[in-house]
């Protein structure tokens, strides 16, 4: 046998399964200021909370403690794919020639194909505890409907799904894979909620938005007694959950004794990335110097151009007030192929941690995105949702920056899922139909217009 130049994957034993989630909340030097109700105006209280969510989350979500147990229900299901592979990225560094070392945690091994499930199956089991039998949800890309609805069909509850109409229209066969677990998928704006209609009335041929989609779910959970709603990113119980990312990949590294100099995430609501950052994030509040970067589309420039205010998480206005990096809650995107990048908000938590400068964030465009996740499948064989792909340009542009100064920097990226549904988005730029697309400070000044103005 050829002697092995090292490392190429590390892997936990089913027992080294973390069993808390960590909640940097306990560690922040200063937290997010509340949320407020729409109404009111006023921080939102437990009780404003209950409409839609269970206790268990709603403690979660306002929670200090740092480590919170995670139920034997959840990790019995957790079991099924995690702990999942870390890997060192050899070929890619070599084609790089770049003296960094490239990790990456992989996500991609769960059921649905993303991180997403690490929440999905969470929240399925509070709200089954709570006694609810229906969860309604949003889906942009679709993976988020994917992962809830294998989590609804594991603990016996009814799932609804509004798809985001360009995604509906561009990803058929992710509608199939919902149904295949027994949701119900609907394409939004559909006719069957206010919200829904209201934009109908003014753009019949409307792409839809995570927004717009957020508003038809929430007015559902909203009116019925038996029904909850579920979110796939952005509030701080999601990014709790998502925590087992980052302390997996701690111990993974630990264990082949490495440690990063940067952490890296691409950033839709920002969910995968403050799972694999946050518990880094932690020692970098002890004093280590480790980087942690977000990154996003130029389309959907959340964090580097959006402005940090109260904003709505959806079009109607049914959210509570949410203090965060935002386009403004109107923002329709352009019709990317991330489609999972294409919200205009960012975490409360993900912000002020931005805000306070212990976070940076990166955009970049389709094209050059494209290209680095076809030259990341050629040498790593894992071909990558284009969401994950954002993370990974990021790192061979750090891999190529070591490589100018010379410096042995180690980063380490959260690939956050697989693109086996994302082959019409590979296709388009195969054939050389993609353009690089957008959205200018011009048009952020604009679509903030009608964010509301709340001095605090
Ligand atoms: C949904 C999704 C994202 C973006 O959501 P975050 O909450 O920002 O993590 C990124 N990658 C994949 C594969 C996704 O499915």
New binding site residues.
């Given amino acids: 046998m050829r002697e092995s130049e090292g490392v190429v994957k590390v892997l936990l034993e089913e027992k080294e399964i973390p069993d808390c989630w960590y909640n940097i909340q306990a560690d922040m030097p200063e937290l997010p200021p509340p949320p407020l109700n729409s109404a009111t105006r006023q921080p939102v209280s437990p009780e404003d909370l209950t409409a839609v969510f269970p206790l268990g989350l709603i403690e979660q979500e306002i929670s200090q403690e740092r480590w919170i147990d995670i139920p034997g229900e959840v990790l019995d299901v957790y079991r099924l794919w995690r702990p999942t592979p870390l890997y060192r990225a050899r070929r890619l560094e070599k084609a790089l020639k770049t003296p960094a070392q490239i990790y990456y945690k992989y996500e991609g091994v769960s059921p649905a194909g ?3 499930p690490n929440t999905a199956v969470a929240q399925a089991f509070y709200n089954k505890k709570a006694g609810i039998k229906k969860i309604t949800t949003e889906t ?2 679709g ?2 409907g994917t992962a809830l609805s294998i989590a609804c069909c594991f603990f016996g509850l009814e799932c609804k799904v509004y798809m985001v109409r360009v995604s509906y229209d561009q990803k058929p066969y992710r509608r199939s894979f919902m149904e295949a677990y027994g949701a119900k998928v609907i394409p939004s704006p559909s006719p069957y909620t206010e919200a829904g209609r209201r934009v109908l009335e003014k753009d019949p041929n409307s792409l839809g938005s995570l927004g717009i989609a957020i508003s038809e779910a929430m007015e559902e959970a909203i009116n019925n007694k038996d029904t909850n709603y579920s979110l ?3 509030l701080n119980h999601v990014l709790l959950h998502q925590s087992i990312i980052g302390l997996e990949a701690k111990a993974q590294m630990e264990k082949i004794g490495v440690y990063p100099d940067v952490v890296i ?9 403050a799972g694999i950052a946050f518990p880094f994030l932690k020692d970098r509040f002890e004093g280590k110097n480790v980087r942690a970067v977000a990154v996003e589309p130029l389309a959907c420039p959340t964090l580097t151009k959006g402005a940090y205010l109260y904003d709505y998480g959806d079009t109607a206005g049914f959210t509570p007030l949410l203090k965060m990096y935002t386009l403004g809650h109107d923002f329709v995107p352009p019709g990317i192929h991330a489609g ?2 294409r919200y205009h908000g960012a975490a409360p938590l993900v912000s002020k941690l931005y805000h306070d400068g212990y976070i940076e964030a990166k955009a970049y465009g389709q094209l050059e995105v494209f290209k680095s996740l076809v030259f990341f499948a050629r040498n790593e064989g894992i071909l990558p ?1 284009p ?2 792909a954002h993370a990974i340009h990021a790192a061979i542009i750090e891999a190529e920056e070591a490589r100018e100064k010379g410096d042995e920097r180690v980063i380490l990226f959260n690939l ?2 697989h693109g086996h549904f994302d082959l019409t988005a590979y296709e388009a730029y195969l054939n050389n139909e993609l353009d690089n697309v957008t959205y200018s400070q011009a048009m952020v000044a604009k679509s903030l217009e009608t964010v509301p103005k709340i001095e605090v």
């Fill in positions: 993303s991180h997403k942009g890309a993976q988020w796939g990113s952005v995430g691409c950033h839709g609501g920002g969910s995968n990335f999972g990048l949702a969401e994950s956050s899922g």
